[in-house]
């Protein structure tokens, strides 16, 4: 059966290659795919386990509602420094962590 993070993760991965195609087809940008897809899903997992904290009754992990303040601050410093290297596609990607942190869904409302 197919999850929803299975389709949200196949919908990066597609986007960020159409990107790279279109950009800069070269090793060091599909190694930075790689890098994307991988920190996406650990933010995917991250989203999950926040969810799970919130509906609680006693919360098991205090600071779990510092997880996307994080998270959004990473990826501000990571959009600057992508900027400055031209690096396209980790832009693309900084940007749709931003999407998905933010309320944004590829398959359902939250």
């Known amino acids: ?11 990066i991965a597609l ?5 790279n195609l279109l950009f800069a087809n070269n090793l060091v940008n599909w190694i930075t795919t790689v890098a994307i897809l991988l920190s996406f899903n650990h933010g995917q997992i991250g989203d999950r386990l926040q969810e799970q904290q919130t509906v609680m009754t006693v919360k098991t992990v205090e600071c779990y509602h510092k997880l996307n303040k994080l998270f959004g ?28 942190l933010f309320g944004g869904n590829f398959t359902e409302k939250k």
């Open 1 to 11: 059966m197919i999850k929803t993070w299975h389709i949200e993760i196949t919908v």
């Open 15 to 19: 986007v960020l290659a159409v990107i």
């Open 73 to 100: 601050a990473k990826e501000i410093v990571w959009i600057v420094a992508f900027l400055l290297m031209k690096n396209y596609v980790a832009i693309a990607g900084s940007f749709l962590f931003f999407y998905t």
